[in-house]
Every structure is written in structure tokens, then in C-alpha cells.
């Protein structure tokens, strides 16, 4: 390990205090019946952990160097296998089949900050069936993840992860934790995924189209926001009346709407497209 080299294209910062894989293994609701995707094993600090209290344990790793490195480290965790793929490209529905039949799944990962939404979205749209997805992430987006609406850090993403999941903040984890040590503290957050979505909109598509508008231009109110996105379709007075049927102000703007009020005006955008 000591002749590794890491490399900036993954984002690699390793865990060099051991006290945070034992906290995130045991605050992830991972138990003995579950199997475990981690991704970015590394060095296989958080792996060895996992492995203690799981089922199974499959570990997605990009880097192909560390494929040497891993194998020997996990030699006693006969529980562990490691596939050397990047989780992006992986069909976790396949993966999901051949490794985990007939199981419950959680995920756990120490994510790079600079794909850290790509890949909690990619889990969460997916819609794999996983139990509990805990990962540790940058400090701010920890907290974004985490926003209640009506709050600064409150946006598309957090309205969009709120169908998915419930979000809990587990603790903070200090820059000087990893090496190399990183610019700013992380985060552990663990996502709790709903078996059934809290809304059901008629359109789900339409859904997260109302969502992303909403935040497209924060400033601007969310009657204005959605005339930018819609009103090639929908007029703008219609809008309006959509708003205010959904029980809104005209001034109400996304930000202090929940998942339930988005679906509200999802339903009635979609219903008033089709009969136009």
C-alpha cells in the first residue's frame, strides 16, 4: 500500500481512522440477514466491518491497481467479493439476480464528492428494492441531501430523493480522517427507502418535471418557474389556477413545497395537458 498511488480522476480519499467504519457499519441497520453493494472499497477498511455483521458482501472497486491490493487484505473475509467495475456502468439489476437472490439489500459506500449525486440518484431512481443506502459524502452535501423545505439548502434534489427515501444525518466526520485529507469535513448519511412512495401522482414523469422546474429559477416564483418550463403547453393563467387549486398563493415559490404539494400540481398539469 505504501507504493500506491492515488489517483485525483476518483476522487480517492482513504479512511485512515478505523473508529469511522465501526460507527458506519453499526448506524447503517445492516444485519446478519442483509447482503451488502459497497461501493469504493479502497483499501478495505469499511469492507472488513461490513463483512462482520452481513450476509454477504459484494464490493464494487473502479480502480484497477487496488484489485492487487484488496484480495489479499479481505483474504480472511470469506463472505467478501470484490468485482472491479465502475458503479455507473454496472447493471444492478443483474449484479442484484446472480448475488443476491432472494435477499434483502443495503448499500454502503464512501462516495468521491464529484459523483456523489450521479450515484445516489442512479440507486434511488433505479428503484432496486435496496433496504438502506448509507453513505458518507461531503459535509454540504450532507446537508443538502438532508434540507427540510423552506430552508437555503432545500432544492430539486432533496423534493426529488423525498418520493425514495426518508434521509437521516448519522454524524460528521472530520477532514483529517482521510488521507489525503480532504478540504472540507464529510458526512454520513443514511437514506431509509420506502416501500411504498408517499405520493402517487398520475404521471411520474411529470412529476419530477414540475420538480425540476420549480428550482430551474429559484428567484422567480413557482407560477413563473413553471410558465418557463410549460407554457409552450399551458398558458399561464392556467397556471395559476392550477396553483391555487392545488391550494397555494400566486407568490408561493418550489422551495416551500413538500413532495405531497408537487405531486398536487403534478396531477393537475398532466390532467389539464391531456384535455387540451
Wanted: aromatic fraction near 10%; proline fraction near 4%.
Amino acid at each position: 500500500m505504501d507504493n500506491f498511488k492515488k489517483k485525483k480522476q476518483y476522487g480517492q480519499n482513504f479512511l485512515t481512522n478505523s473508529a469511522i467504519p465501526k460507527r458506519i457499519a453499526s448506524e447503517s441497520g445492516i444485519t446478519s440477514e442483509d447482503g451488502v453493494i459497497e461501493i469504493g472499497p479502497g483499501f478495505g477498511i469499511l469492507t472488513r466491518e461490513l463483512s462482520a455483521i452481513a450476509d454477504k458482501v459484494v464490493a464494487i472497486e473502479i480502480d484497477t491497481e487496488l484489485m492487487d491490493i484488496l484480495p489479499e487484505k479481505l483474504k480472511d473475509c470469506d463472505n467478501v467479493k470484490v468485482i472491479n467495475a465502475d458503479i455507473l456502468k454496472t447493471d444492478v439489476k443483474k449484479l442484484i439476480d446472480e448475488e443476491f437472490p432472494n435477499k434483502s439489500i443495503c448499500v454502503c459506500a464512501n462516495l468521491p464528492y464529484y459523483i456523489t449525486t450521479d450515484i445516489v440518484m442512479s440507486l434511488l431512481e433505479g428503484e432496486y428494492g435496496f433496504r438502506t443506502i448509507t453513505v458518507m459524502v461531503q459535509k454540504e452535501v450532507a446537508e443538502r441531501f438532508c434540507a427540510k423545505e423552506g430552508s437555503d439548502g432545500y432544492g430539486a434534489i432533496t423534493a426529488s430523493i423525498s418520493y425514495y427515501a426518508s434521509v437521516k444525518r448519522l454524524f460528521t466526520v472530520k477532514a483529517g480522517s482521510f488521507d489525503p485529507k480532504p478540504k472540507v469535513d464529510s458526512a454520513v448519511i443514511r437514506f431509509d427507502l420506502f416501500d411504498t412512495p408517499p405520493v402517487t401522482p398520475i404521471d411520474k414523469k411529470t412529476l419530477f418535471d414540475v420538480i425540476k422546474a420549480a428550482f430551474s429559477q429559484r428567484r422567480k416564483t413557482l407560477a413563473n418557474s413553471l410558465n418557463s418550463y410549460f407554457g409552450s403547453i399551458i398558458s399561464k393563467p392556467q397556471i395559476s389556477e392550477i396553483i391555487s387549486n392545488a391550494g397555494f398563493t400566486e407568490n408561493v415559490r418550489g422551495e416551500e413545497l413538500d413532495i405531497y404539494g408537487f405531486s398536487k400540481i403534478a396531477d393537475l398539469i398532466y390532467t389539464t395537458k391531456i384535455h387540451l
